[in-house]
């Protein structure tokens, strides 16, 4: 269990502004962007190498832990270095920010990471864990932590052991992480409340759309579900139009929905019954994977994968890639969903 005194120096650090106060890390990375804009509400995955978005593609090679997509191109890790692929193909190293805690906003205008690339250090070499934000059409740096010096006693390897600062989304108004609300456009912050049961509440969180919805907890079993006071933890998705509710509390998560207004479930007509939401083309039009279980095989019970496109009012289901079977587990996954920390 964390402790009392290493939750208030963390918050410190990152957050609230203790130690000496100095100017903005002079080396601290810029962001590249592209020359075009791609069509970022298409259908989005990455199999052996090739990131598919709708009909294009593009190359990023088979050592990808996860990406997430911007207006001109995407974004993506590898052991911990952030790298960046245009629309038209062309591959740049950005920087080694060290962690995989990615975001970006449902429009992809706007993308957000956590970095120690740059930025203050503690008596051992480690790095204040910074918080980063930018424009994915201009490359504008919308946000960036205050860099404050770490006081002489401070083990910050040790004390990121304990508690890891988390970035929990970003709209194109504000960013939430570890325990406050950024305002992006004044830099100014909110701290977060909690709840009846102690889970963090973030201002405008509830009301933030994010790529998969918005982010809402639920209540219920069996073939019921109803929306309840949402927290930073929730295991629900609700559709844009608010009509629509996903549980994700489970994986492999049944292909189903519940109705927002009377809980009711319905089927997703997908190949298969199982099913896991990846994001939203418009309101009317979610895209995701269905999944073939077989409960028997201990390993990894999804042994295939298949791309869908699905219509929101009748969900019926359309294949947008080739059955992708289940490989063996190897350093880097061979299949990934949009900001997905599953290895397929």
């Known amino acids: 269990m964390k402790s009392r005194a290493a939750t208030l120096l963390l918050a410190c650090l990152v957050l609230a502004g203790c130690g000496d106060v100095g100017e903005e890390s002079t080396d601290a990375f810029t962001l590249p962007v592209g ?21 294009r593609t593009v190359e990023l ?16 890790m ?39 690339s740059s930025g203050p250090k503690d008596r051992y070499g480690t790095r204040v864990l910074q918080l ?7 490359g504008k740096r919308l946000y960036r932590t205050p860099d404050r010096k770490p006081d002489a006693r401070d083990d910050l ?31 100014s912050t909110t701290k977060s409340t909690t709840d009846a049961d102690g889970m963090d509440v973030y201002e405008g969180y509830a009301d933030t759309l994010f790529p998969d919805g918005f982010r809402v907890s639920l209540r219920g079993e069996g073939k019921q579900r109803r929306l309840v006071e949402s ?6 998705r609700l559709s844009p139009d608010r009509t629509t509710i996903f549980d994700v509390g489970t994986w492999p998560t049944p292909a189903v929905v519940y109705d927002a207004k009377t809980g009711v479930q319905r089927a997703i007509n997908t190949p298969w019954d199982h099913f896991t939401l990846a994001g939203w083309t418009d309101q009317d039009t979610f895209y995701g994977v269905s999944e073939r279980v077989d409960e028997a095989v201990l390993d990894n019970v999804v042994r295939d994968r298949q791309v869908v496109s699905c219509e929101l009012r009748t969900l019926r289901c359309t294949p947008v890639s080739p059955v ?13 969903l949009e900001n997905s920390d599953n290895s397929f």
């Open 35 to 55: 020359q075009t804009e791609w069509d970022v509400t298409a259908p989005a995955w990455f199999y052996r190498g090739t990131l598919h978005i709708g009909d």
């Open 61 to 76: 090679g088979d050592k990808v832990d996860k990406f997430v997509l911007g207006r001109t191109g995407a974004y993506w």
């Open 78 to 116: 590898s052991a911990g270095t952030l790298f960046f692929t245009s629309a038209e193909g062309r591959t740049q190293r950005v920087a080694k920010v060290g962690w995989g805690n990615l975001a970006v906003s449902a429009d992809r205008s706007v993308f957000a990471t956590v970095d120690q």
């Open 132 to 138: 980063a934000v930018f424009d994915t059409v201009t």
């Open 157 to 187: 390897a040790d004390l990121y052991g304990e508690i890891m600062p988390l970035l929990h989304g970003v709209s194109d108004e504000r960013a939430f992480f570890y325990g406050k609300t950024i305002d992006l456009a004044d830099g």
């Open 231 to 236: 927290s930073m933890y929730a295991v629900g």
């Open 324 to 336: 992708i079977p289940t490989e063996p587990t190897t350093r880097f996954p061979t299949f990934l």
